[in-house]
């Protein structure tokens, strides 16, 4: 008797295939949502692979951020969502006063040119 359960929500952005829960990539908010998520993960924060996501703390947070080198590292998490081919831009607003990034990026997706806007607190 196999265990494999398919499962997909029609209109929705999650699918269940071969065991693992997954962001739906057959559309644009379902790419730009998968790019949110991947943004918003602190590294260290999943325990079967601590390399994930980003040092927000360590690496943005600090005196003097290197922001040429931030920009590569958010361009780095973007590519690693599923359904994106090419990041074109990314904007950051950092206030460390309220420590809140707002970060914006455009880019190239599976289904075409896509676009998102994320705003993390810190």
């Not at 590294?43 to 947070?61: A, H, P």
């Not at 003097?64 to 931030?70: K, M, R, S, W």
């Amino acid at each position: 008797m196999s265990n494999n359960l398919n499962l997909k929500l029609e209109g929705g952005d999650i699918v269940f295939l071969d065991g693992v829960l997954q962001l739906s990539t057959d559309d644009l908010e379902g790419i730009a949502e998968g790019v949110n998520s991947y943004l918003c993960t602190q590294r260290g924060e999943i325990l079967t692979d601590t390399e994930k996501g980003i040092d927000w703390i360590g690496e943005v947070l600090i005196k003097n951020p290197d922001l040429p080198a931030i920009e590569q590292r958010i361009a780095a998490t973007i590519l690693e969502a599923p359904g994106m081919l090419a990041v074109n831009d990314i904007e950051l607003d950092l206030n460390s006063t309220t420590r809140l990034l707002r970060i914006v990026w455009r880019g190239v997706a599976t289904t075409g040119a896509i676009s998102g806007e994320t705003a993390l607190t810190l």
